[in-house]
């Protein structure tokens, strides 16, 4: 400061002698090493990429190995690996996606013109909800209210908010948000092509908000299915609503967007991938155009019957021959069980000669990882779903919470959009990928809506939606271990997708560690509130300890 004042002296002497003063002279005490005039709409990109679904270890070490496992979607060799690999969602949250929406709201603050970026520092609370709501799913109470306050504040011991209060927090943020993207603003700020998700639509943002609420209505149904009701009442009242076509999602394609390595091989890291059986039979009996988008074929193509028959060689008992979806096969939930069949995971079928068959399918890796096998597809990442939305709604509907308001159609017409929403996307997805894709998709779709286990016919309609919900989050594995344990469905003895017993001791949560000093308190006194054991990473602890919204939900499998 002193040298700053001497600076400015110094300046205002040379003017009188010289008479070089200008107008500008105010600008002259302005410290050089501090950006005063930044254009913030920069810092938005760098938050928004961050978030896509492949990225924080959410496939590599969550989706396949643990997400999707526990779905009964996905199997591989043992279900515990990579355990201590987890939670990289919570890493990324806090250096990567809320330090920059923070930052942008802090300088729109100092601007003299603020006013004309009401709307673009409304939006950076979407992205930020949808990112601290995944957080949470799976750690429960983390810091929010007083999270990045370091900097400017010197706020290092930051509380942690519980699960709760941090769902409040987020209905809050979000409806204020809405609140003022609806307003008729004008001379306002846009972010433009820095808006990498929907470039600067103001209107889709208001339908994301929309939709992150009934997100979050969903998972209050088992502590206050009276709160979720009230939400699912807001957003269908709502002037601009909710996702209203796919043309609403939020989607990502960027053609060097590699998640699995510019080859594709790390989506087979710890393990090789198989499709599961009972899933495998769900699509097959369906007619379901997303049997081959999920999972690739097996070796039982072509002549293979010449071959056996040519060297005598005959199916395990477990395939039905005359299968025409011979070339689908899925193995055991539970790798180590079943030997008859799990043999066939890593061993393949001596057909006779030098033919080796491989029976079981894999999940379908270039639909994941486009240049896989020297693919030269392009990833499209869709974050929310349309069909999540219709799918969701119709769950609600179902449900009751519908009186008093306009749901604009019924649960069987929300449901048919969702099913319909759902292939057509993962066909979007398969054909930038290079992948498995379909041709004239109206005919099969009405075909799979009206097959008698997909069909909404007031015959366990809501375990139907709960199923095409489970499908549609194969590729948001986050969702798709959320719905599996607010719902327990696939549930055990269903007459339409069963759930196996597996012998593993399957998590329902992830954990954080001490903080340290600094935090040590707060950290502790969370984990107490919480019922956590501190520093207890067993898989027996992440299954018996819930978080809040999971603390009365049915245990896997056993849903009602």
């Keep these: 400061m002193k040298r700053n004042f001497l600076y400015s002296i110094i300046i205002a002497l040379t003017c009188l002698f010289t008479g070089s003063c200008t107008k500008d002279f105010e600008t002259i005490n302005v410290n050089p090493n501090v950006v005063s005039d930044v254009d913030v709409r920069l810092l938005f990109t760098t938050s928004l990429v961050p978030m896509q679904t492949s990225r924080g270890g959410e496939y590599w070490n969550e989706g396949f190995t643990h997400f999707l496992s526990a779905c009964q979607l996905v199997t591989g060799q043992s279900y515990a690996v990579a355990t201590t690999a987890v939670n990289g969602r919570y890493r990324l949250f806090y250096t990567s996606v809320l330090p920059n929406l923070v930052e942008i709201r802090r300088l729109v603050a100092l601007k003299a013109d603020k006013e004309r970026y009401a709307q673009i520092s409304a939006i950076t609370y979407i992205p930020q909800v949808m990112m601290a709501l995944k957080v949470s799913d799976m750690n429960g109470s983390i810091p929010y209210t007083e999270a990045n306050q370091g900097r400017d504040a010197a706020k290092y011991n930051p509380k942690y908010d519980s699960q709760e209060s941090l769902y409040n927090t987020w209905l809050q943020e979000l409806t204020e948000a809405i609140s003022t993207l609806e307003k008729p603003l004008t001379d306002q700020v846009g972010y433009g092509t820095n808006d990498v998700f929907f470039g600067g639509d103001v209107t889709k943002w208001i339908k994301l908000a929309n939709a992150l609420k009934l997100r979050i209505a969903a998972r209050y149904q088992n502590q206050n299915p009276t709160k979720a009701?009230?939400?699912?009442?807001?957003?269908?009242?709502?002037?601009?609503?909710?996702?209203?076509?796919?043309?609403?999602?939020?989607?990502?394609?960027?053609?060097?967007?590699?998640?699995?390595?510019?080859?594709?091989?790390?989506?087979?890291?710890?393990?090789?991938?198989?499709?599961?059986?009972?899933?495998?039979?769900?699509?097959?009996?369906?007619?379901?155009?997303?049997?081959?988008?999920?999972?690739?074929?097996?070796?039982?193509?072509?002549?293979?019957?010449?071959?056996?028959?040519?060297?005598?060689?005959?199916?395990?008992?477990?395939?039905?021959p005359n299968d025409p979806d011979i070339m689908y096969q899925g193995g055991p939930a539970d790798f180590q069980s079943n030997p008859p069949v799990s043999t066939y995971f890593v061993n393949p079928l001596n057909a006779g000669g030098s033919n080796r068959y491989q029976l079981i399918s894999t999940v379908n890796r270039k639909f994941f990882a486009p240049t896989v096998d020297r693919g030269s597809g392009t990833v499209i990442d869709v974050l929310f779903s349309y069909a999540e939305v219709c799918l969701q709604i119709a769950e609600f509907i179902q449900k009751g919470y519908g009186t008093g308001v306009n749901t604009k159609g019924t649960a069987a017409e929300w449901y048919n959009k969702g099913v319909t929403a759902s292939v057509a996307t993962m066909n979007e997805i398969a054909i930038s990928a290079g992948s498995t894709s379909h041709v004239n998709l109206d005919v099969r779709i009405q075909t799979l809506l009206d097959n008698p286990k997909v069909k909404f016919d007031g015959k366990n309609d809501l375990e139907k939606i709960y199923i095409q919900s489970l499908l549609n989050f194969y590729r948001e594995p986050n969702e798709a271990f959320t719905l599996a344990r607010r719902t327990g469905y696939p549930k055990f003895n269903s007459t339409l997708l069963a759930r196996e017993t597996v012998n593993d001791v399957l998590p329902r949560r992830w954990w954080t560690t001490d903080p340290g000093q600094v935090n040590h308190d707060n950290w502790s006194a969370a984990m107490t509130e919480q019922g956590f054991t501190p520093n207890d990473f067993t898989i027996a602890k992440l299954n018996a300890e819930r978080i809040w919204f999971d603390k009365n939900s049915p245990d896997y499998g056993k849903g009602n």
């Design 229 to 320: 009701a009230q939400i699912f009442k807001e957003v269908m009242a709502d002037p601009v609503g909710t996702l209203s076509s796919v043309a609403d999602q939020l989607v990502h394609k960027n053609p060097t967007y590699y998640p699995f390595g510019i080859d594709g091989y790390n989506i087979d890291i710890y393990s090789r991938h198989f499709a599961v059986g009972t899933a495998v039979e769900f699509l097959k009996s369906s007619k379901d155009p997303r049997l081959g988008i999920y999972y690739d074929k097996n070796s039982l193509t072509g002549s293979f019957k010449d071959t056996l028959a040519k060297y005598n060689k005959v199916l395990p008992s477990w395939i039905n």
